[in-house]
């Protein structure tokens, strides 16, 4: 999946948010060598599926299958060569022919095209990173689900606007990212399953160059490889692969979303939620009391990245004729940036639930911001029957102006508004101004967004990895 390194000597650029804070073990199955070893398990499978065809003999598959090899490459000749060539695969195949017995160099890529190759090895690659990213999604999607089960009493206020509007539990705000999550899990599980696809096409997309039985060839290959077989060619068709992109940066956006609720919540004048940490952790250097919420701002990074690669892969895909002329390419480091930041803003997210301090306190503390005018529409709504839609809304909002003037309470100023009378006919006034009185579905919101979660974690992920040889 990675693009080819830079040339000997060549300084590659240094990227902190993938090289520091990304998924290691994603950015290991994105390296060059494993990249160039998924190639080469192609070329081995397509070599073994002629053989087992008679097109070739079994002494030069069995050939192909000891020399096409990763250990084998001098890799700094091969990116050197796929400068002065553009494409990494022919500069393999010299490697491989010079080095190895005559079989190999007749029987190697027979019938085969640079982008048949690459193409396969490229879902291979994202087979196995996929199955990374759906681990990391089940293990943050669980850590959210744990959240919103434990705080599905703890009170808050919520907000629209980035204003105070209603109360609600911070069990409930955490079910809508767990329902995002469950979706995505679906959404992932699609995906993979329609870009698992070989491609063995040849040079136009015709398969001319493996006759009669290229239609048995490619199933044998795909049957070898554990991909899905297909007769028509998709050199120019990359709308699979511009869906998994999508995906992955929705998940990513997902990520993000939590990411700038834990900043905005962690802010001291709030102080509703905070990043977990020991010493140093999201330190200044110059500013000694900072503990700044570091994992949320990688994340927040990471995810407004992985959205900027949708319409770079959408770009992909106006690809004209029968192969690319330069779209392709944008590929090569667009599809790989994606899954990795993707990747990356879950190991993150990850991180931050694990160790997310909650407190109950400050949320119920910030249910009295402006004298408690958040329950302004639970005082209206049980006005309604006495006085009616809209005088209720007239009263209340009159109660409201008066408490912002005067800096009173807003329970105070609603009774002076209304008057014995109502007030008398209302009941007692604490308790239709008590939060925990006006929050509605709350817990059936969490119990819901649980069991979809439940049910998307209970689905097989499409396509799982096989172990593969280097």
């Not at 982008?115 to 999607?141: H, K, N, P, Y």
């Not at 870009?195 to 290229?214: E, H, Q």
């Not at 997310?356 to 949320?363: D, N």
Request: glycine residues 8%; contains cysteine.
């Amino acid at each position: 999946m990675a693009s080819p390194a830079p040339a000997t000597g060549a300084r590659a650029p240094y990227l902190p948010l993938l090289e520091v804070f990304g998924d290691p073990t994603t950015t290991e199955l994105l390296s060059e060598s494993a990249t160039i070893a998924a190639w080469l398990e192609v070329e081995r499978a397509l070599a073994a599926a002629q053989a087992e065809l008679g097109l070739v003999s079994p002494e030069a598959a069995a050939a192909v299958d000891a020399f096409a090899r990763v250990d084998r490459l001098d890799m700094a000749a091969v990116r050197e060569r796929t400068r002065w060539i553009g494409y990494p695969v022919l500069p393999i195949l010299e490697q491989l022919r010079r080095g190895s017995p005559p079989e190999v160099a007749a029987t190697i890529h027979w019938g085969a095209t640079t982008q048949d190759i690459m193409d396969s090895g490229l879902v291979l690659g994202l087979r196995t990173a996929l199955a990374r990213i759906d681990q990391l999604l089940v293990e943050v999607g669980d850590l959210t689900a744990a959240h919103a089960d434990r705080h599905r009493s703890t009170v808050m206020v919520g907000r629209t606007h980035a204003q105070p509007a209603v109360p609600t539990t911070f069990g409930a705000k955490v079910a809508v990212w767990l329902s995002e999550f469950a979706r995505h899990r679906d959404r992932l599980n699609a995906a993979g399953r329609r870009v698992l696809v070989l491609s063995l096409f040849g040079a136009g997309g015709t398969s001319a160059a493996l006759g009669s039985r290229s239609r048995d060839v490619r199933r044998l290959v795909a049957q070898r490889l554990g991909l899905a077989a297909v007769d028509v060619p998709w050199h120019a068709a990359r709308d699979n692969l511009a869906e998994v992109a999508f995906v992955l940066a929705s998940i990513s956006a997902t990520c993000g979303k939590i990411a700038r609720e834990v900043i905005d919540l962690s802010r001291p004048e709030i102080g509703e939620l905070r990043e977990g940490g020991h010493d140093h952790r999201g330190a200044s250097s110059t500013m000694p009391q900072k503990a700044n919420p570091i994992s949320s701002e990688v994340v927040i990074g990471m995810s407004s990245l992985a959205a900027q690669q949708v319409p770079a892969l959408l770009a992909a895909m106006r690809t004209g004729h029968e192969r690319a002329a330069g779209e392709w390419q944008i590929e090569w480091d667009s599809l790989p940036t994606v899954v990795g930041l993707a990747a990356g803003c879950l190991l993150n997210t990850r991180d931050i639930l694990t160790g997310l301090t909650v407190s109950a306190e400050r949320m119920r503390a910030g249910l009295e911001v402006e004298g408690g005018m958040v329950m302004a529409e639970a005082a209206m709504m049980a006005l309604v029957p006495h006085v009616g839609r809209a005088h209720a809304d007239d009263l209340v909002r009159a109660a409201c102006v008066e408490a912002r003037a005067s800096g009173a309470g807003f329970g105070d100023a609603l009774g002076r508004t209304l008057g014995a009378q109502l007030l008398e006919a209302l009941g007692p006034l604490e308790l239709v101004l008590d939060p925990a009185t006006y929050l509605g579905e709350t817990d059936t919101v969490v119990d819901a967004a649980i069991e979809t979660w439940h049910r998307a974690r209970r689905v097989p992920r499409a396509g799982r990895a096989r172990p593969r040889p280097s």
